[in-house]
């Protein structure tokens, strides 16, 4: 046993808006004119039923575990108690795919927003085309100064940066309400019912309906990463180890909820004709506000509010991706740099700026890149959340006697069904499926190959440097006050 090196720092209120603010980031002021046209309003709302479940499933493996195991790191713990030094390091290294893919998907899609409001005016310096895509130098360089930004505030401290995190949650849930409370008043029931499911002029109408569900249902993962976040920081929150699980669940929820009242809010104001201009034109959220309202203006409320979004996800993987470098980096597994803290501020700062570094260069690739990353943070995830649950079930065998301050009921039950539906949706992206866009298309599998071959490098290299001490794990003493 050994002493946590971190300050306890954040509370009820930090961890709630760190979970709650990565998920609903700024997928939904981009991408729910997408869900919308490729599964229908039902479909949609199907769709994000069947993966929302499926994270619930897996965050009660989580709230388990990491109530018992509060220690940085988050799913490097686990799986390591489940399966080894080996096991483990597929586990986190595939997590960590997922936060630095999604923070330096948010460093590139942050100048798209700024496009949206200062128009073709934005797009000054043309550098390089990647693909078709020209890549503009103000475009770079909007990605590139919010970077250092994003990285020296985490540097500072993960207060600091909750602090940050709740400001932007609240702006981002103020307008997201508005958007609701207006589209209640000014929608029409018809918009729903004539585009209940995507429905295609040649071939089966089923096969397109349950393809558009099934394509849906492949992009959630993405949108629900952030509450494995806390077990991530779970050496710096300070509330008892109990309460940490109920707050786990409880963000999941609101994030579920979130998004189903956004899907509902969108078709219900917006014909679906004009949201088919939209998706061609602009971004289908922002002009649902605008049709909601009646006014161009709160169409750029909405934008400012995802402008917050893309900051809250990007903030929140930061914190993600540098604790879980932390923590392989500690057992031996990457080099021992990226599990030093900052003599002041007690954070991760080498692991911090290799994540910043990822994002500063993001924007160098342009919008095309960012469907790609999205994928494969997607996969990465969903390969560690079917990791995790395997350990939830290994370990409730492996050590039943392990002081579980939040025991999931009917744990052998919720184990199983975690396992079943994060494997069905890790094989979606693999197996191509006829009638849904599901499986990553062979760009997203070079970020995934470029991927593994640095995980072998980092394995191969730390296994010869630390011998013996490769995989080493020292639990960290919990505090008698949190129990």
């Given at each position: 046993?050994s002493?946590?090196?971190?300050?306890?720092?954040?509370?009820?209120?930090?961890?709630l808006?760190?979970?709650?603010?990565?998920?609903?980031?700024w997928?939904?002021?981009?991408?729910?004119?997408?869900?919308?046209?490729?599964?229908?309003?039902?479909?949609?709302?199907?769709?994000?039923?069947?993966?929302?479940?499926?994270?619930?499933?897996v965050?009660?493996?989580?709230?388990?575990?990491t109530?018992?195991?509060?220690?940085?790191g988050?799913?490097?713990?686990?799986?390591?108690?489940?399966?080894?030094?080996?096991?483990?390091?597929?586990?986190?290294?595939?997590?960590?795919?997922?936060?630095v893919?999604t923070?330096?998907?948010?460093?590139?899609?942050?100048?798209?927003?700024?496009?949206?409001?200062?128009?073709?005016?934005?797009?000054?310096?043309?550098?390089?085309?990647?693909?078709?895509?020209?890549?503009?130098?103000?475009y770079v360089?909007?990605?590139?100064?919010?970077?250092?930004?994003?990285?020296?505030?985490?540097?500072?401290?993960a207060?600091?940066?909750?602090?940050?995190?709740?400001?932007?949650?609240?702006?981002?849930?103020?307008?997201?309400?508005?958007?609701?409370?207006?589209?209640?008043?000014?929608?029409?029931?018809?918009?729903?019912?004539?585009?209940?499911?995507?429905?295609?002029?040649?071939?089966?109408?089923?096969?397109?309906?349950?393809?558009?569900?099934?394509?849906?249902?492949?992009?959630?993962?993405?949108l629900?990463?952030?509450?494995?976040?806390?077990?991530?920081?779970?050496?710096?929150i300070?509330?008892?180890?109990?309460?940490?699980?109920?707050?786990?669940?409880?963000?999941?929820?609101?994030?579920?909820t979130?998004?189903?009242?956004?899907?509902?809010?969108?078709?219900?104001v917006?014909?679906?004709?004009?949201?088919?201009?939209?998706?061609?034109?602009?971004?289908?959220?922002?002009?649902?506000?605008?049709?909601?309202?009646?006014?161009?203006?709160?169409?750029n409320?909405?934008?400012i509010?995802?402008?917050?979004?893309?900051?809250?996800?990007?903030?929140?993987?930061?914190?993600?991706?540098?604790?879980?470098?932390?923590?392989?980096?500690?057992?031996?597994?990457?080099?021992?740099?990226?599990?030093?803290?900052?003599?002041?501020?007690?954070?991760?700062?080498?692991?911090?700026?290799?994540?910043?570094?990822?994002?500063?260069?993001?924007?160098?690739?342009?919008k095309?890149?960012l469907?790609?990353?999205?994928?494969?943070?997607?996969?990465g995830?969903?390969?560690?959340?079917?990791?995790?649950?395997?350990?939830?079930?290994?370990?409730?065998?492996?050590a039943?006697?392990?002081?579980?301050?939040?025991?999931?009921?009917?744990g052998?039950?919720v184990?199983?069904?975690?396992?079943?539906l994060?494997?069905?949706?890790?094989?979606?992206?693999?197996?191509?499926?006829?009638?849904?866009?599901?499986?990553?298309?062979?760009?997203?599998?070079?970020?995934?190959?470029?991927?593994?071959?640095?995980g072998?490098?980092?394995?191969?290299?730390?296994?010869?440097?630390?011998?013996?001490?490769?995989?080493?794990h020292?639990?960290?003493?919990?505090?008698?006050?949190?129990?």
């Open positions: 046993m002493n946590s090196k971190f300050d306890k720092v954040l509370g009820t209120k930090d961890i808006v760190i979970a709650f603010g990565a998920m609903i980031g997928g939904w002021v981009i991408n729910s004119g997408d869900w919308i046209t490729s599964a229908g309003f039902l479909g949609a709302i199907i769709a994000f039923l069947l993966g929302g479940t499926m994270v619930i499933f965050g009660l493996t989580y709230a388990e575990l109530a018992a195991m509060p220690q940085c988050g799913e490097h713990v686990f799986s390591y108690k489940a399966m080894g030094p080996n096991g483990s390091f597929v586990c986190t290294w595939a997590i960590i795919l997922g936060y893919a923070a330096a998907f948010e460093a590139a899609a942050l100048p798209t927003v700024f496009k949206y409001i200062f128009g073709d005016g934005f797009m000054v310096g043309h550098m390089y085309n990647v693909g078709d895509t020209p890549i503009y130098a103000s360089a909007v990605g590139c100064i919010v970077s250092v930004i994003i990285t020296l505030i985490n540097i500072r401290g207060k600091t940066a909750a602090i940050l995190q709740t400001i932007l949650t609240s702006i981002i849930a103020v307008a997201g309400l508005l958007l609701i409370a207006a589209s209640v008043v000014r929608g029409d029931t018809a918009n729903i019912t004539s585009n209940l499911f995507h429905v295609s002029n040649t071939g089966s109408s089923l096969k397109t309906a349950f393809g558009g569900i099934l394509t849906v249902t492949c992009m959630t993962p993405f629900f990463i952030g509450f494995d976040v806390i077990p991530q920081a779970a050496e710096e300070n509330i008892a180890y109990k309460k940490i699980g109920k707050i786990m669940l409880f963000s999941i929820g609101l994030a579920v979130w998004y189903l009242l956004i899907i509902f809010a969108v078709a219900y917006m014909p679906k004709n004009e949201m088919l201009d939209s998706l061609n034109n602009g971004l289908v959220t922002a002009d649902a506000m605008a049709y909601a309202f009646n006014s161009s203006a709160m169409a409320v909405l934008i509010s995802g402008i917050c979004g893309i900051l809250t996800s990007w903030n929140s993987f930061l914190i993600g991706g540098s604790r879980a470098m932390y923590s392989i980096a500690e057992s031996k597994m990457m080099p021992a740099i990226f599990a030093k803290l900052h003599s002041k501020y007690k954070t991760p700062v080498a692991a911090i700026v290799l994540v910043g570094v990822a994002c500063f260069f993001a924007p160098f690739f342009g095309p890149v469907i790609w990353l999205v994928d494969a943070a997607s996969f995830c969903c390969i560690a959340y079917l990791m995790v649950s395997i350990s939830f079930v290994i370990l409730r065998k492996k039943p006697e392990m002081e579980r301050p939040y025991k999931v009921k009917h052998k039950f184990g199983c069904v975690a396992i079943i994060s494997g069905i949706l890790s094989l979606l992206y693999i197996i191509p499926v006829p009638f849904a866009a599901s499986a990553l298309i062979w760009q997203e599998w070079v970020v995934v190959g470029v991927w593994i071959l640095l072998f490098f980092f394995f191969l290299y730390s296994k010869k440097k630390y011998g013996n001490e490769f995989g080493i020292v639990d960290v003493s919990l505090d008698e006050n949190l129990k």
